[in-house]
């Protein structure tokens, strides 16, 4: 299991190595604010604003899927979108 953070470090593109089968635990320090607002902002984007944002409609809901992950992550934590 990889383990993501706030790492800035390493060349551009260094993520595209990860075998993609291979779970990732990213972890983030969020005031409470923040989170609700993250939780709020993953509940209303659109799937329309997210492909727009990607190179195609695989990578499109590569992302969906993600943020339903972090969604839920988010919900687990105690923030869960009005």
């Known amino acids: 299991m990889f383990r993501a953070g706030i790492s800035r470090h390493g060349p551009p593109g260094q993520n595209e190595n990860f075998n993609m089968s291979q779970p990732v635990v990213i972890t983030a320090e969020l005031t409470p604010e923040n989170a609700q607002a993250l939780a709020q902002f993953v509940k209303r984007i ?9 190179r195609d409609d695989a990578e499109t809901f590569l992302v969906r899927d993600a943020l339903d992950s ?3 992550a988010l919900d687990l934590a105690g923030f869960d979108p009005e």
């Open 46 to 54: 659109s799937h329309e604003a997210i492909r727009a944002c990607s």
């Open 70 to 72: 972090l969604r839920e």
